[in-house]
């Protein structure tokens, strides 16, 4: 099953002065990313990926020699989040 997450990528330093459209590029060019986009933050990069396993990606993506450290935000559906968290507050109920 394909999951979508985002991916919040920290671009090395040597990297950042005159390279870091290339890093972008780098990190677009994958192919089971979606979209790759400078932001700033926390994070230099947030890319949008589909794959079965997103930690083999978010790897296969830190494994790039612009990347310094590479975090894995998994999308879940709003519905699954909140059918959990109901069930949750339902179990503390009954105790």
């Not at 975090?71 to 879940?76: D, E, N, Q, T």
């Amino acid at each position: 099953m394909i999951s979508r997450a985002y991916l919040l990528i920290t671009v090395r330093d040597e990297w950042k002065a005159g390279k870091f459209p290339e890093a972008v590029s780098a990190v677009a060019e994958q192919a089971e990313v979606d979209f790759a986009d400078p932001v700033v933050g926390d994070a230099d990069i947030v890319a949008m990926i589909a794959a079965e396993i997103p930690e083999k990606v978010a790897d296969k993506v830190a494994a790039l020699p612009c990347v310094e450290d590479v975090r894995v935000l998994k999308i879940v559906s709003a519905r699954e989040r909140h059918r959990s968290l109901r069930q949750e507050l339902l179990q503390k109920l009954i105790r």
